[in-house]
């Protein structure tokens, strides 16, 4: 019924949800083990919003060209469509309509650049920048009105902090900075691997991070906390 009620509110709830999924010190192991399906196992969004999404960011990043989409899509299988455009300079060969995963402000989709480089795609839903922001100013609110009346529950300093730190995750600019310097600082580091964010295409197209779409290189791979599958492949530590 929480899960239900949180994905129905969207927005800042599906996060604090997923903060909530970290805390198995203070929480049941049954509250934990539904509230870890906020994590990326969210209901997806329709493939039609992922297209329009992508169709708007490259058209603002190149306002001299006619981006348009075909109302033709070619279906490889159940899962893949060719999305064709009238403009050569469209930077994928293929997207894959089901994404790997969906998560509060985002899904990511497997796809091939031009060229052949497979990559993984994040979009960002869409409208959902306006409600975190709505639904931080209400939470700042409700914690100003309640720090009045009980002065001994001040959380605004807590709160201003993480606020701040919220809204820098529907930028995806900011978050490619912090890929790009994490892989950086972890280069040297025998057995870890970040993935490389793609700014172009192999012929030189560029695909730059914008605020709602990040195309990174596609690693294979689960998750830490996949214990069973990481215990299969001869993982232990």
């Known amino acids: 019924l929480v899960c239900s009620q949180i994905l129905a509110l ?22 934990v083990s539904h509230l870890l399906e906020l994590q990326d196992a969210m209901p997806a969004k329709p493939f039609s919003e992922v297209q329009a999404t ?12 006619s981006w348009r989409c075909s109302k033709k899509i070619a279906h490889h ?6 999305i064709v455009h ?3 300079a469209w930077p ?9 995963g969906t998560a509060s402000i985002a899904q990511v989709h497997r796809a091939w650049l031009k060229g052949g480089d497979e990559v993984v795609v994040k979009v960002q839903h869409r409208g959902v920048e306006d409600v975190i922001l709505q639904d931080l100013d209400n939470a700042i609110y409700l914690c100003e009105e309640y720090a009045k009346s009980n002065p001994r529950y001040d959380f605004r300093d807590i709160l201003n902090e993480w606020c701040a730190e919220t809204k820098k995750e529907v930028d995806f600019i900011h978050e490619a900075s912090n890929t790009e310097r994490v892989a950086a600082n972890l280069k040297n580091i025998q057995g870890v691997r970040v993935p490389r964010v793609i700014r ?3 012929d030189g197209q560029p695909i730059e991070p914008t605020r709602r779409v990040l195309v990174l ?11 069973g599958t990481l215990q299969s492949w001869g993982v232990s530590g």
């Open 54 to 65: 992508l169709e708007e960011e490259f058209s603002a990043s190149h306002p001299s060209r």
């Open 10 to 31: 969207e927005g800042l709830w599906v996060k604090l949800g997923q903060y909530m999924s970290t805390r198995a010190d203070v929480l049941p192991d049954v509250w």
């Open 200 to 202: 172009s295409t192999r």
């Open 92 to 100: 994928f060969d293929r997207i894959e309509e089901e994404p790997l």
């Open 77 to 82: 299988s159940n899962k893949d469509a060719t």
């Open 86 to 88: 009238e403009d050569s």
């Open 217 to 227: 290189e596609y690693i294979d791979g689960v998750k830490p906390t996949d214990v």
